[in-house]
């Protein structure tokens, strides 16, 4: 295992008996498995501290590795993303650096990504934030002034139809929903009709955003652009928490002007707090768990864990986020040969 050394910043949830069998050389600067208690980010100055003399990171969200990062280690080749998302590297500077990244879309995430995001809408809708063990036990019952929402009848505006957003659209139908799409590239949607974003903000009763984070953009999602949503309408983000003014939305709660918010993601995660969604009424909050399921989790680990091994046989894994590194290395022309 000679110069096959990896640094892992994030927990991987997954057996340790099973980990020995990839020969590779892991060395875990957290627990293996997650507590269920909020981690902060690793500080840059710990992640260069436990990395250096490494050859490669494995990790979620856990850490950020930006350019100072990339800078400190200068015997970094690969950081292996696990999840889809890779905005918490600065890969334009590993890119620079020949540093190979490559990240894991686990088909199975997509599918459980889809049902919790269909779980939120109706927790909002349902509005079991008021209706739910604790409040019935209290003693309470129906009440006037929580009357319950509905998908059938509703206009559902999907942002975002890559493999996310497809999927829940398919769950929508059969639930006599009107379908909305909008994508930054041309789309066709297999039920319903594709709109521009503004108009889309305008006609929904819910949105539910599954487009991609950018680095350092301001949020999809602006004041300006929530203002646009009917009164009483219903926001779920399971996407990434940077693509919604989070204040804006928390005021727009309080004041009633939208209904209710689902939210799995937040920026920063875990949320401190003192963040304007967890104080404001009618959130429905869950800790970015939509795809923490086991069967996902192996595959996202073994996926990333593969790609690394590839890597160091100096092959070409399939998930490469920056292949301008492997054209500099010949290594595309090889593997594809």
């Excluded at 927990?11 to 340790?16: F, H, I, Q, R, T």
Aim: glycine share 8%.
């Amino acid at each position: 295992m000679a110069n096959r050394r990896v640094f892992v910043y994030d927990p991987l949830d997954v057996p340790e008996d099973w980990l020995r069998t990839w020969e590779l050389e892991l060395t875990h600067a957290t627990p293996l498995h997650a507590s269920g208690r909020a981690r902060p980010k690793m500080t840059a100055e710990d992640l260069v501290l436990g990395a250096r003399g490494h050859q490669a990171l494995l990790g979620g969200s856990g850490a950020r590795i930006t350019k100072e990062v990339l800078d400190a280690l200068p015997e970094l080749r690969f950081v292996a993303k696990l999840g889809i998302g890779w905005e918490v590297i600065d890969v334009a500077a590993a890119t620079a650096r020949g540093v190979v990244v490559t990240n894991s879309p686990a088909h199975s995430e997509v599918e459980l990504v889809a049902e919790h995001t269909i779980g939120l809408m109706l927790a909002c809708l349902k509005q079991f934030t008021w209706y739910n063990t604790a409040y019935v036990r209290d003693g309470g019952w129906r009440d006037g002034g929580h009357l319950l929402g509905s998908l059938t009848g509703s206009s559902i505006g999907i942002i975002g139809y890559g493999n996310i957003g497809r999927a829940v659209a398919r769950r929508l139908q059969g639930w006599g929903v009107e379908l909305l799409v909008h994508d930054v590239r041309p789309v066709v949607p297999e039920a319903g009709e594709t709109v521009e974003l503004e108009p889309l903000l305008r006609r929904a009763d819910l949105v539910t955003l599954h487009t991609p984070a950018m680095r350092d953009e301001p949020p999809l999602l602006d004041r300006k652009r929530l203002e646009l949503l009917k009164p009483g309408a219903v926001v779920i983000n399971t996407a990434r928490g940077s693509l919604i003014d989070r204040a804006a939305l928390a005021e727009l709660l309080t004041s009633g002007r939208i209904a209710a918010a689902g939210v799995d993601v937040f920026e920063p995660e875990p949320p401190t707090a003192e963040d304007p969604l967890l104080s404001a009424p009618n959130v429905f909050a869950t800790p970015h768990v939509a795809a923490w399921n086991p069967r996902v989790r192996l595959e996202m680990v073994e996926m990333a864990l593969s790609g690394l091994r590839d890597l160091f046989d100096g092959k070409v894994p399939p998930h490469v986020v920056n292949h301008e590194v492997l054209r500099e290395r010949d290594l595309i022309r090889q593997g594809e040969s």
